[in-house]
């Protein structure tokens, strides 16, 4: 039987995540340390570990099916490659930052100056489109050092927290781009490798929904109840049980984890009392 190749970062920062959401799926791997390449027990696919870099290249020489990745990274390789999936961890951006003390008020004060970064192709695309022509210092990390030790006048490299910009004494001042996870495919993939592709992708969209998503159960007095079925539409609408209690009702739903706590507030408000507050681990709509 033939096997989906997927790629996943061999130590990084995408490694782990990327193995805990594989797991959460329900796909068992056996990974033993210093092994490049692993079979799943129970799925039809076997992990190639590489490094993140390295991997686009393998996507498009088809090497690899798929691949969990960094999207600054396909971007910055450019190539075919298509994304399934956002997977929504490991945000970050790449951007450009210059000593706090520099004058900066536009893209136009970039022009003839020297640009540390790893990511060349990316800053290359930016410049052109604005017009600016500037010397670019390639180097592969340490990349916020660059202007303390005289290398650059700027620098364009990830940005999370900013606490990296802000101990080597740089400001953020053009953000290029937006990156997360995601699964990404080779164009070279099989028919019968992209049916077990999908499998696994629909697997992926329930875990990930069950992330952004909280399961609720609350006691609320019958003639509250439907100022309190509006504050939770749930996935279709809630479900309603009678308690044992006379003139009242349990009342089940599903909120968005982002809206949380004003939901909570709101439940409080209208009446509403013993609310319990579960993850969901899988959801499918
Ligand atoms: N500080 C950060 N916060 C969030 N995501 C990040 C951060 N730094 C990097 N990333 C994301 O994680 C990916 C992997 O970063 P990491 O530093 O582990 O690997 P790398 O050095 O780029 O790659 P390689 O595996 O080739 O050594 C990056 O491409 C980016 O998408
Ligand atoms: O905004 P922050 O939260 O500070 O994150 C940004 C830093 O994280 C990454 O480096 P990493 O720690 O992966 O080291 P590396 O340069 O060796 O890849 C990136 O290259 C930045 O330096
Ligand atoms: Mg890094």
Redesign the pocket.
């Known amino acids: 039987m033939t096997k989906l190749r997927i790629a996943v ?7 782990d995540d990327s193995m805990k959401i594989l797991n959460e799926i329900g796909i068992s791997i056996d990974n033993g340390k210093d092994q490049l390449k692993a079979s799943a027990k129970n799925f039809p696919l076997e992990v190639f570990y ?6 686009p290249q393998y996507l498009i020489d088809g090497v690899v099916d798929a691949a969990i ?5 396909l971007i910055e390789k450019g190539g075919a490659i298509s994304i399934v999936e956002k997977l929504g961890f ?3 951006k790449v951007s450009i930052a210059v000593p706090k003390s520099a004058k900066y008020s536009g893209v136009q004060d970039l022009e003839g100056k020297r640009i540390a970064t ?1 990511y060349p192709n990316t800053v290359k695309q930016f410049l052109e489109k604005h017009n600016i022509n500037a010397h670019l210092h390639i180097i ?2 340490s990349v916020e050092i660059a202007p303390n030790i005289g290398l650059a006048d700027a620098i364009v490299d ?4 900013g606490s ?1 910009l802000f101990k080597n004494g740089l400001k953020e001042v053009e953000v290029l781009l937006k ?3 995601v699964l990404a495919v080779s164009p070279m993939i099989s028919a019968k490798n992209k049916a077990t592709l999908d499998k696994l992708q629909f697997r992926l969209q329930s875990v990930l929904l069950g992330r952004q998503s909280k399961y609720v159960l609350l006691n609320a007095p019958n003639e509250k109840l439907e100022e309190i079925m509006a504050i939770l539409p749930g996935m279709n609408s809630p479900t309603i049980l009678p308690l044992a209690r006379e003139g009242w009702s349990s009342l089940h739903s599903v909120i968005n984890k982002n809206d949380f706590w004003e939901v909570i507030d709101g439940l409080k408000k209208h009446g509403a009392e013993g609310i319990l507050v579960c993850p969901i681990e899988n959801m499918v709509l």
Do not use: F, P, W, Y
């Open positions: 970062q061999k130590s990084g920062r995408l490694h590489l490094r993140n870099g390295d991997i990745i960094g999207e600054n990274v490991s945000s970050c790893s592969n990390g990830i940005v999370s927290s990296t990156s997360e996870a």
